[in-house]
């Protein structure tokens, strides 16, 4: 399955269009590298392959496409999890997601349910970062310094990361990765030389992710619930079930929002996330135009709502969505979310606003 053109990194195989920005990033000259898109974008495994063919022992002109041989000693420390020379800087959640260990102690707190795993990169872990860049390199080809997503580093943690930045020890490569979801610090952006995702077109989304497994259906219902990034798309088809996605619209109407803990855990931004997007597929609906998240099919599931009580329904999404780092408590916010849900698509008449024609 995995050869050199097609590295499959822990289980995720290449996607095609990573292959543009991977031979930009390569080719860049300055140590620090920062590789910008929106979420869902594959930025993990371009991360991944990119660190692993810094580090590979087998010469450049040996290799293919530019990519690590994968069978070298480095390659193999960096699939085990043990190299080194590369540390990753990533918040908790998102290590657990991507399946990359945390330190001992850490694991420790969250087993033993001292702590949940933290949503930001950690001081911790930013401070124990910048030990490992002026340590000297345990081999011969440098060090790699993963940091992802970057915008998730508080003050604290970026400023560590700057001083380091600033003045780069020798043979460190910075790699910082963002999902665009919060702006990165100016003066960290400043010392990267950056490469963007690029968009794949739907078709050879729905090709990859068929290639990954995915029956069409699946392929083209997560491919459209997550806005067409297919890296989110295949990681949604690995723990969700698309009978939830399909009947939120219909649930939401009725005021049932069991399948979004069903779809994202307890994890309130997701939430509302896949609320917004079925708000503005209704009112796409509304005003008669294609949906974009959902089908017409799932859409019409609910009753037609009023383009005004939609609006209304959006604002108050955009409020708890504002709001999301200090929520209610989740179940409880699940049930204001449910209520608001279905009065949005209450009849007209109900609420009493119904308009004269
Ligand atoms: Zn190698």
Same mark, same amino acid.
């Given at each position: 399955?995995?050869? $050199? %053109?097609?590295?499959?990194?822990?289980?995720?195989?290449?996607?095609?269009? /990573?292959?543009?920005?991977?031979?930009? !990033?390569?080719?860049?000259?300055?140590?620090?590298? *920062? @590789?910008?898109?929106?979420?869902?974008?594959? %930025?993990?495994? /371009?991360?991944? #392959?990119?660190?692993? #063919?810094?580090?590979?022992?087998?010469a450049?002109?040996e290799?293919?496409?530019?990519?690590?041989?994968g069978?070298?000693?480095?390659?193999?420390?960096?699939?085990?999890?043990?190299?080194?020379?590369?540390?990753?800087?990533?918040?908790?959640?998102?290590? =657990?997601?991507?399946?990359?260990?945390?330190?001992?102690?850490?694991?420790?707190?969250?087993?033993d349910?001292k702590?949940?795993?933290?949503?930001?990169?950690?001081?911790d872990? $930013?401070?124990?970062?910048?030990?490992?860049?002026?340590?000297t390199?345990?081999r011969?080809?440098?060090?790699?310094?993963?940091?992802?997503?970057?915008?998730?580093?508080?003050?604290?943690?970026?400023?560590a990361?700057?001083?380091?930045?600033?003045?780069?020890?020798?043979a @460190?490569?910075?790699?910082?990765?963002?999902?665009?979801?919060?702006?990165?610090?100016?003066?960290?952006?400043?010392?990267?030389?950056?490469?963007a995702l690029?968009?794949p077109? !739907?078709?050879?989304?729905?090709?990859?992710?068929?290639?990954?497994?995915?029956?069409?259906?699946?392929?083209?219902?997560?491919?459209?619930?997550?806005?067409?990034?297919?890296?989110?798309?295949?990681?949604?088809?690995?723990?969700a079930?698309?009978?939830?996605w399909?009947?939120?619209?219909?649930?939401?109407?009725?005021?049932? =929002?069991?399948?979004?803990?069903?779809?994202?855990?307890?994890?309130?931004a997701?939430?509302?996330?896949?609320?917004?997007?079925?708000?503005?597929?209704q009112? !796409?609906?509304?005003?008669g135009?294609?949906?974009?998240?959902?089908?017409?099919?799932?859409?019409?599931?609910?009753? %037609?709502?009023?383009a005004s009580?939609?609006? !209304?329904?959006?604002?108050?999404l955009?409020?708890?969505?504002?709001?999301?780092?200090?929520?209610?408590?989740?179940?409880?916010? @699940?049930? *204001?979310?449910?209520?608001? $849900?279905?009065?949005?698509?209450?009849?007209?008449?109900?609420?009493?606003?119904?308009? *004269?024609?």
């Amino acid at each position: 399955m995995s050869n $050199a %053109q097609e590295p499959a990194l822990d289980g995720v195989s290449w996607a095609p269009w /990573l292959q543009a920005s991977f031979e930009h !990033a390569l080719a860049a000259r300055s140590h620090a590298v *920062l @590789l910008e898109g929106a979420s869902g974008m594959g %930025q993990w495994p /371009l991360s991944l #392959a990119l660190a692993q #063919a810094w580090l590979c022992d087998t010469a450049p002109a040996e290799r293919e496409s530019g990519h690590a041989c994968g069978r070298c000693d480095s390659c193999n420390l960096l699939a085990a999890h043990t190299h080194p020379d590369l540390r990753v800087l990533m918040p908790e959640t998102v290590a =657990l997601e991507v399946g990359w260990p945390l330190s001992e102690s850490a694991q420790a707190e969250i087993d033993d349910k001292k702590r949940k795993p933290s949503k930001e990169i950690r001081a911790d872990d $930013a401070a124990a970062m910048v030990a490992f860049a002026q340590r000297t390199p345990a081999r011969q080809r440098g060090k790699v310094a993963l940091v992802y997503p970057a915008e998730r580093m508080n003050t604290f943690s970026a400023n560590a990361l700057l001083k380091v930045l600033e003045e780069p020890p020798g043979a @460190l490569r910075f790699l910082l990765a963002t999902e665009g979801s919060a702006p990165l610090l100016p003066t960290v952006r400043s010392r990267c030389q950056s490469t963007a995702l690029t968009w794949p077109s !739907a078709e050879a989304s729905l090709a990859w992710l068929q290639a990954a497994g995915l029956s069409a259906e699946a392929a083209s219902t997560w491919l459209n619930a997550t806005g067409g990034r297919a890296h989110a798309a295949l990681q949604m088809n690995a723990h969700a079930n698309q009978q939830d996605w399909a009947g939120l619209p219909q649930q939401a109407s009725a005021g049932q =929002l069991e399948g979004l803990t069903r779809l994202h855990g307890t994890d309130p931004a997701a939430w509302m996330q896949s609320l917004q997007k079925l708000c503005h597929d209704q009112l !796409a609906r509304a005003s008669g135009a294609a949906p974009r998240f959902f089908s017409t099919a799932q859409l019409v599931s609910a009753p %037609q709502a009023s383009a005004s009580a939609l609006l !209304a329904w959006a604002d108050q999404l955009r409020g708890h969505a504002a709001r999301a780092h200090h929520p209610l408590k989740p179940e409880l916010l @699940l049930e *204001l979310l449910a209520q608001q $849900a279905s009065s949005a698509h209450a009849a007209p008449g109900s609420q009493g606003r119904k308009p *004269l024609n």
